[in-house]
């Protein structure tokens, strides 16, 4: 009888692909990969962060990313890849003691158009328990851009 093995948690995959690099001049690079679950949204949380808190980003910036960074994935992994978990999701970052941070968030989704998702303080909008990620991003972030015809979201903070 074979073996039966369990498939490796999302942390374990995460520790597998994600792959970073500081160095002595106050940056940092990380690359991480996660598969499309709810799971790997808070690995790959806790693993960015952990490298935001060792580049000294402060406790207002940090909160600020974290809450962006969680968004950003949620629509990813949600949306874009709709929870499919062979779909991924890639998360390059840079951290700069000097120009800041920068994360980008690409899914393998068809992609959207930004500018026709709707404002979330419309009244017909404001009870609603979703629909806020973009709202969110924007305002936590010194700047956002939407690249590859909306299948990336990158986002920025200045230092």
């Known amino acids: ?64 990313l974290e809450i962006a960074l969680r968004e950003a994935l949620a629509n990813a992994v949600i949306h874009g890849n709709g929870g499919d978990p062979k779909k991924r999701v890639i998360v390059r970052c840079s951290f700069s003691r000097r120009r800041g941070t920068r994360l980008a968030i690409r899914d ?13 303080r419309e009244p017909d909008r404001r009870l609603l328990h979703h629909g806020r990620g973009l709202f969110l991003m924007r305002a936590l972030m010194d700047r956002i851009e939407h690249r590859e015809g909306g299948r990336e979201v990158i986002l920025y903070k200045e230092p």
């Open 108 to 120: 393998e989704g068809k992609g959207f158009n930004p500018r026709k998702v709707p404002d979330p």
């Open 1 to 64: 009888m074979a073996k039966q093995t369990k498939p490796p948690s999302a942390a374990a995959s995460l520790r597998a692909a994600g792959r970073g690099a500081a160095n002595t001049n106050g940056s940092a690079r990380l690359r991480v990969e996660l598969a499309s679950s709810r799971r790997a949204i808070s690995d790959a949380v806790r693993k960015i962060m952990r490298v935001a808190t060792e580049m000294r980003c402060s406790k207002p910036h940090r909160a600020d």
